[in-house]
C-alpha cells in the first residue's frame, strides 16, 4: 500500500495536472475579484470576521497574490514555493468558511465572480471544493522527481544542474 502512494506522489504527469488545475483555477478565481475591487469588499465584509480598516487592503491584493501563484505553478517558477503559498489560501479559506457555517451564517464565499442568488453551491460544497485543492497542492508539494514543463529550468543559478526544475534544493 505504502508503495502505491508513493508511486501516485512520484507520478510527474500527476503533478504537471495538479499545478494546472490549481493555476488555471486561481486564474479563475483572481479575474473577477481583480475587475470588481469593490464588489470583493463587500463580499469580505460579508464574513463579519475582518476589521474594516484591513477590508479594503484585503481586497486589493489577495486577487494579485492569487494571480502571482497561479501563474507560477502554471510556468513552474518555484512550485513548491507557489504550492506552500496556494495551501496556506486554501487552509485560510476552510477556517473562514467553517467558521461561518459554524455560526450559520449565509454568505456568498467570493472564491470566483459573485455568486447569483440562483447558485446551487453551499458552503458545504464549497468546503469540499477546498479540500480537493488542498490535496492537489499536497501532491505538488510531496513530489520530489524532475518536473515537467518547469520554466526554472532556464534560471541562470540552475544551469549547472541536470535536473529539469529540481522539486527542492540539492546540495
Not at 486564474?27 to 469588499?41: E, G, R, V, W
Not at 513552474?76 to 467553517?98: C, D, H, T
Not at 458545504?124 to 529550468?153: H, K, M, N, P, S
Amino acid at each position: 500500500m505504502n508503495e502505491q502512494v508513493q508511486r501516485i506522489f512520484q507520478n510527474s504527469w500527476l503533478e504537471l495536472a495538479a499545478r494546472w488545475i490549481l493555476g488555471l483555477t486561481f486564474i479563475y478565481a483572481s479575474y473577477h475579484k481583480i475587475l470588481y475591487p469593490a464588489d470583493f469588499a463587500k463580499i469580505i465584509y460579508g464574513y463579519d470576521l475582518f476589521p474594516n480598516g484591513l477590508i479594503n487592503l484585503i481586497a486589493i491584493i489577495l486577487p494579485f497574490l492569487e494571480l502571482a501563484v497561479a501563474l507560477a505553478l502554471i510556468i513552474g517558477i518555484y512550485p513548491r514555493s507557489a504550492v506552500l503559498i496556494v495551501n496556506g489560501l486554501l487552509a485560510a479559506f476552510i477556517i473562514l468558511l467553517s467558521v461561518n457555517l459554524i455560526r450559520g451564517h449565509e454568505f456568498d464565499c467570493g472564491c470566483f465572480a459573485a455568486q447569483n442568488s440562483g447558485s446551487t453551491n453551499t458552503t458545504e460544497t464549497t468546503l469540499i471544493r477546498d479540500f480537493i485543492y488542498l490535496a492537489l497542492g499536497l501532491q505538488v508539494l510531496c513530489y520530489r522527481g524532475l518536473r515537467r514543463w518547469c520554466l526554472q529550468q532556464f534560471h541562470p543559478a540552475q544551469s549547472h544542474r541536470k535536473s529539469r526544475c529540481p522539486a527542492s534544493r540539492q546540495p
